[in-house]
């Protein structure tokens, strides 16, 4: 098992930047695809980005490609999301979620094993 904390969310004016945290411990972190979904009051819970084991491939939704980065150091067990030119669209609750090493079904939630409590992130206009 591995477990995942979050951190890094807040409120920022429209235009600004976050970096969120995801700290894994339990488990190798390198046996894991780690992915970032988000969900906003009333919303299904959406994928936002993914990142391989190695951190050779990443995955975006089309929402915020260009503007956000996933990253991870396997050394130190932490992954980040790196938000770039936010949006008020882009307020929800950031999750940290982790799954096998397969790349197929990467922008599903239901194949992610292991979810983070969640961190918000609040952008005003």
């Known amino acids: 098992q591995v477990q995942l904390v979050e951190s890094g969310g807040g409120l920022v004016q429209a235009g600004g930047s976050l970096r969120l945290s995801c700290a894994a411990s339990?488990?190798?972190?390198?046996?894991?695809?780690m992915g970032w979904f988000r969900q906003a009051p009333g919303k299904e819970r959406e994928f936002v980005a993914a990142i391989t084991w190695s951190g050779g491939n990443s995955y975006y939704a089309d929402s915020v490609r260009g503007r956000f980065t996933i990253s991870r150091d396997n050394a130190k067990n932490t992954g980040w999301l790196q938000m770039n030119s936010l949006k008020p669209e882009d307020t929800a609750v950031y999750y940290c979620a982790a799954r096998d090493r397969a790349v197929v079904g990467l922008q599903s939630r239901w194949t992610y094993k292991y979810w983070g409590q969640g961190t918000q992130v609040t952008v005003s206009s």
């Open positions: 339990g488990r190798t972190f390198s046996s894991y695809t």
